[in-house]
């Protein structure tokens, strides 16, 4: 390893060793950054000129070359070498091979600690927009599905068991609702995350005269970080967007769970397209859902992220450690699998074959009309847990008689209960039990409408 290739070799008599400069560099991932690496650094060269700090040809001559940088590694003319300790060295290497020892005066005021927390910054301003679109396309298609459903009976379930009547856009819509906290997380985040630290240099500022305020507004930044050895030990909010990425693969998981269990031949609620499902290599019958179960098993590595990043920062003193290193990877990897869960969610589930009458006629056994019994006792006036102990004793008698509760005759509920008149068998059908819920959040079709129209309202508000 070339000494020269180290920004801190001269200190040193000799080059670092070759497996140790190769576990030690961090351009075989830090490389991603190169484009908010060279954003940084124009911004930082255009602030250096107007305090005067570097005159106006030299700032000229940096951005000239430094975008000139940017467009030959993006045309693939610059290939990345991977010997040089990370992305900050390797692009003022090639800014310096440009335009000689004007190159250099590019990291006036300012240390790699600082560039590297700007650097992730920008990255993650950039991937959590990225990440709030797909949410958005993911929550449009599931409102569709909903408005698609709303009369689509199905049981709704506690414990996984049957429990109470609903529809399938009421379903859909619980997850609706968790998306959309995601999505509002995320904003949370980022206005964390939008703070500069650049100005920071390794720990203690600059006596430089830098213009601090002057670089956010380049870089498109809300605020600054107010204290230099928090800026660049800081990494909460690397942590609080793997926490956010946490939770929302963690939703993702639940309907991935669900979506499995409802294409099981034993329930048959849905069937996967071709397109998304996989056979066996051995079972000509076999249809499975092996990216609804990769998307559940790549939940784990998300969450092993934020473990990740949680044990680096635990123990660390002010204020920057080496160890904040090992922030990239966890991260980068989180980034990706998030992105691609995302955009393969909605082609799944817009595609998949809804088996409505399967559906309604799970309905049927499980006394999931146990609750309109009880519910149409307390409409005459009898506490709920008197009229709770009449329905569990009907529900006792159909197991008994091998009947369900919409089988009963009238003679037989007023065997309960002299209160029970004819419109019982109303009150208990599947559809008036729905729609008797008219308060908002339930799942009749009126209140459903109300919440899907409020949610198209949110979208037009969230748009990014």
Sequence with gaps: MNATKQLWGSRFSKPLDKKTNDFNSSLSFDYILYKYDIKGSIAHTKMLSEQNIITNDEKEKIVNALNEILSEIDEGKIQFDFEYEDIHTFIEKLLVDKIGDTGKKVHTARSRNDQVALDIRLYLKDE??????????????????????LETLMPGYTHLQRAQATTLSHHTGAYVEMFKRDKSRLDDVYSR???????????????HNINRYKTAEYLNFGDICLNSADAVSDRDFIIETLSSLSILMTHISRMAEEII??????FKFIELDDSYSTGSSIMPQKKNPDIMELLRGKTGRVFGSLINILTVMKGLP??????????KEPLFDSINTVKNSLSIIPDVIKTMKINKDNMFNALKQGFIDATDVADYLVKKNVSFRDAHNISGNIVSYCIKENKTIQDLKIDEFKSFSPLFEDDIHFAIDFKNSINAKKVIGSPSIEAMKKVIEINKNWLKDNEV
Excluded at 197 to 205: D, E, F, N, R, S
Excluded at 261 to 266: A, L, N, T
Excluded at 318 to 327: F, G, I, P, T
């Design 128 to 149: 959590i927009k990225n990440i709030q679109k797909l949410l958005i396309k993911l929550i449009e298609t599931l409102i569709s599905i909903q408005e698609d459903n």
């Design 261 to 266: 269990i409802w294409s099981s031949f034993e």
């Design 193 to 207: 995350v939008n703070i500069l630290p650049l100005g920071a240099c390794a720990l203690a500022g600059t006596p």
């Design 318 to 327: 002010l204020a920057y450690n080496k160890d904040m290193q090992e922030d």
